[in-house]
């Protein structure tokens, strides 16, 4: 049997995925613009789309392709009506980032409680100044997201001492978590909440969902950590927060613009953490997420269900024109 031909989206200047290794099972066509995409795409069925922000398949258009698989769990780059439309089968790279992500937020938030900043400041200025520190044990935490990544997360903070408020779409209740608050419910959480931690993807619903009148519900002691998408969190309004100290931290991970622009005024605050969305990325992991594709592309040759599946259309319920 022919091998099967492999669009490999990759972004312009980054680094392409190891699936050299596969050349025995595909033939590997990567592509980086817009043209070189139309090029590949006629008679092509399988694409690997290697980053989550890449315009070039919502742009151009999914032409012949069967099946996408994502190096991310998240489908931000799937988002469109033509896309979802065409009945394209996608699977995700789960069980890689979901763990990585809740470790990087029980450490921030054990940044935040121990003063670990300013106790790093002090050494560095050759300082001794005792002082007392947060517990993290009994905070309460308001979770913004019940999906892999979230549920990974509540698990590993109620684990470490801390109450979980997990928020999805709707109310239910779920094995693991417990109960799951509807989205209409947060703004009566959000005053008890010692911590909100957002763990959701950018639909239209989501864009902008943390304002400055939810942020104004906070309590004024209370830290904001963002895992989810950038613009899930209006980035002005926590400025303004911070800087009025109604806000008393925040750690980020994604932002409206990556890279964070050089001028961008987080960088030189003090009680905020810029991180390079980097949160998920543990060493060898660019490795796993081809092991992930490669145990997909041999079901997908012979014919077996693929792994780790998602539904566009659940995803897209509250993108116009969609469903």
Same mark, same amino acid.
């Given at each position: 049997m022919a091998k099967p031909k492999v669009i490999v989206i990759c972004t312009p200047g980054a680094d392409a995925p190891p699936v050299e290794r596969l050349s025995d099972e595909a033939d590997f066509v990567l592509v980086r613009t817009e043209d070189e995409l139309r090029d590949a795409l006629p008679g092509t069925q399988i694409l690997f789309l290697n980053h989550y922000r890449s315009e070039l398949l919502r742009t151009v258009g999914p032409g012949d392709l069967k099946w996408v698989h994502t190096s991310s769990i998240g489908v931000d780059a799937l988002m469109s009506e033509a896309i979802i439309e065409s009945g394209l089968v996608v699977s995700t790279s789960r069980n890689i980032c979901e763990r990585p992500i809740a470790e990087w937020v029980l450490g921030v938030l054990l940044m935040f409680v121990k003063d670990l900043r300013q106790t790093i400041a002090f050494q560095e200025a050759g300082r001794w100044v005792h002082r007392e520190t947060e517990p993290l044990l009994g905070r309460r935490v308001v979770l913004l997201g019940p999906g892999p990544v979230g549920r990974e997360i509540a698990l590993l903070l109620r684990a470490a001492g801390m109450y979980v408020d997990v928020v999805g779409r709707s109310a239910r209740l779920d094995e693991q978590?417990?109960?799951?608050?509807?989205?209409?419910?947060?703004?009566?959480?959000?005053?008890?909440?010692?911590?909100? !931690?957002?763990?959701? &993807?950018?639909? +239209?619903?989501?864009?902008? =969902?943390?304002?400055? *009148?939810?942020? %104004? /519900?906070?309590?004024?002691?209370?830290?904001?950590?963002? !895992?989810?998408?950038? &613009?899930?969190? +209006?980035?002005?309004?926590? =400025?303004?927060?911070? *800087?009025?100290? %109604? /806000?008393?931290?925040?750690?980020?991970?994604?932002?409206?613009?990556?890279?964070? &622009?050089?001028?961008?005024?987080?960088?030189?605050?003090?009680?905020?953490?810029?991180?390079?969305?980097?949160?998920?990325?543990?060493?060898?992991?660019?490795?796993?997420?081809?092991?992930?594709?490669?145990t997909n592309l041999r079901h997908w040759l012979s014919g077996e269900p693929l792994e780790s599946v998602v539904d566009l259309r659940d995803s897209a319920v509250n993108l116009p024109g969609v469903g």
């Open positions: 978590l417990g109960p799951v608050h509807a989205i209409d419910d947060l703004d009566g959480l959000l005053p008890d909440a010692d911590d909100l !931690v957002v763990a959701l &993807p950018l639909t +239209d619903a989501t864009r902008g =969902l943390i304002d400055g *009148r939810r942020l %104004s /519900l906070l309590q004024p002691s209370a830290r904001l950590v963002n !895992v989810g998408r950038g &613009p899930v969190v +209006d980035e002005d309004a926590v =400025l303004d927060a911070l *800087r009025s100290g %109604s /806000l008393a931290g925040a750690a980020l991970d994604v932002f409206d613009q990556e890279p964070l &622009p050089a001028d961008h005024p987080f960088w030189g605050m003090e009680r905020v953490l810029v991180s390079p969305h980097m949160s998920g990325d543990l060493v060898g992991w660019r490795d796993l997420v081809v092991d992930r594709f490669a």
